[in-house]
Structures are given as C-alpha cells and as structure tokens.
C-alpha cells in the first residue's frame, strides 16, 4: 500500500496511508463555486486528527481508496440571499431593539 506525505500544522511532515488514515468530507453541491470539501488525518504526535482542503485533489484521494463522506448541509444554507450581508452596526440595532423590549 502506498505512503503519503501530509503536513501537520504542529509538527510539520506525517506519513500516512490514504485508504485507511484519511477521512474525506464532501458537500452534495458547491457552494458559489467551490466545492468545500476537506480530509482529516491523525497525527501521531500532535494527537488531534488534522483538517486540510481537498478542493484539488478530491479524484486522487477517491482513486486511493478513501472513505468519501457526504456531508449534510441544511436548506438555509442553499437559499438565495438578496442584499447585504448583516453587519456590526445591524446587530449592535438589534440588540438596542432587544434591550427595549
């Protein structure tokens, strides 16, 4: 089975195998363009499993025999928006509104 090489924020380079050391996540759909997914990895020094983007490299990983995860992404988040996105000054009226109440 084939090693590969991943770099770990804490301590630079790890080695591991795809098929069964890499966890791939993957939405059902992009999201103004870009897919977002992502792999997890352990790290055997740093202990947490690292997270890292897979926008490029989702077929290879796939082709490696990695474990495709769908995440699920709930319908708010699929919505048409119109207008700006909320601001500080929206939410610091909102809370000015809410004190009132």
């Not at 202990?47 to 890292?52: C, D, H, L, T, Y």
């Not at 490029?56 to 988040?77: N, W």
């Amino acid at each position: 089975m084939m090693a590969v090489r991943f770099f770990c924020d804490g301590c630079q380079h790890v080695q591991i195998q795809p098929a069964c050391d890499l966890d791939l996540y993957v939405p059902p759909v992009e999201l103004d363009g870009v897919l977002g997914a992502y792999f997890t990895f352990p790290c055997d020094c740093c202990g947490p499993r690292e997270e890292s983007v897979a926008e490029d490299i989702v077929t290879k990983l796939m082709l490696a025999g990695v474990v495709c995860h769908v995440m699920d992404i709930p319908k708010e988040a699929m919505e048409k928006h119109e207008g700006p996105p909320i601001g500080w000054d929206d939410l610091i009226e909102l809370h000015e509104a809410l004190a009132r109440m």
